[in-house]
């Protein structure tokens, strides 16, 4: 570690010290390591059926949606910034995918909506622990039909339509209580089957230009395959590969 010393008005020696006491954390959880897996399960090109990301998502989300170890294999953190580059990130549920994008639904007047308005610009991250696999998806985001949303809304569950028209979401409320009030109000005039969409609710699909698949290695050697559209000269078939569906791929250092 060094030290600057003062000679004199206009001069400093920067000095090495040797005595002085490395930076103390309040909890050190440096030695926090999970095994992933390993050599014999390796993620590799040639295991790519089709050479194009939506068909991989939709096999890897299978297996994960299939094994009862993962309650929500649909959350996915989803980050978002403001036009002066604030980030923030949250989890949300995925309610559909395909060749157009991924879809989700919340309330426009929120934080994240609020921040999709001015900077139409998001990335997803899904983390499914139990193959230590992950997606990264990055894109433009574009909000859903109103048809979408009402088709969307009518389908939940009768307690999730009258939380979304009880909730003023990212809004500062008194205290919870306040909430139960409201809560019990809404039931009294919105019977079943009768709760109306929230004007300041609905879907967005974000349209991705980008999709990285990560499967973690134990020796952290991971392995990282990222699909992407070309720019001007690309592929190059050495780093870059020719994928179908307008969709390019390489593999990244981990």
């Known amino acids: 570690m060094y030290y600057i010393r003062r000679l004199s008005s206009s001069f400093v020696r920067l000095t090495k010290s040797h005595n002085v006491p490395a930076r103390v954390f309040g909890m050190d959880i440096g030695g926090m390591r999970h095994d992933y897996n390993s050599k014999s399960n390796l993620f590799l090109e040639d295991q790519l059926e089709r050479k194009e990301p939506i068909s ?14 993962t309650v929500e294999p649909n959350a996915v953190c989803l980050a978002t910034c403001t036009k002066d580059g604030i980030p923030s990130a949250r989890f949300v549920l995925l309610k559909g995918f ?12 929120s934080r994240k909506g609020q921040e999709l308005e001015e ?27 109103i048809e979408d949303a009402d088709e969307y809304f009518s389908k939940r569950p009768y307690e999730s339509q009258i ?9 500062p409320v008194r205290n919870r209580d306040a909430l139960a009030l409201k809560e019990a109000h809404l039931r009294q005039i919105h019977p079943i089957n009768e709760v109306p969409r929230p004007r300041q609710w609905g879907g967005y699909l974000l349209k991705p230009h980008t999709i990285e698949f990560w499967q973690g290695q134990t020796d952290r050697i991971h392995d990282r395959i990222r699909f992407r559209f070309p720019k001007d000269g690309e592929p190059d078939n050495d780093l870059t590969h020719q994928g179908e569906d307008g969709w390019i791929y390489e593999r990244l250092c981990p």
């Open 56 to 69: 991989l998502f939709q096999k890897w989300f299978e297996i994960i949606r299939n094994d009862s170890r």
């Open 163 to 171: 939380g979304a028209l009880c909730s003023d979401q990212s809004k």
């Open 98 to 109: 395909g060749k157009d994008g991924f879809r989700f639904f919340t309330h426009y007047t």
């Open 119 to 145: 900077n139409p610009k998001a990335a997803l991250t899904f983390y499914w622990e139990h193959y230590s696999r992950s997606v990264r998806i990055e894109g433009d985001v574009e909000k859903l039909p």
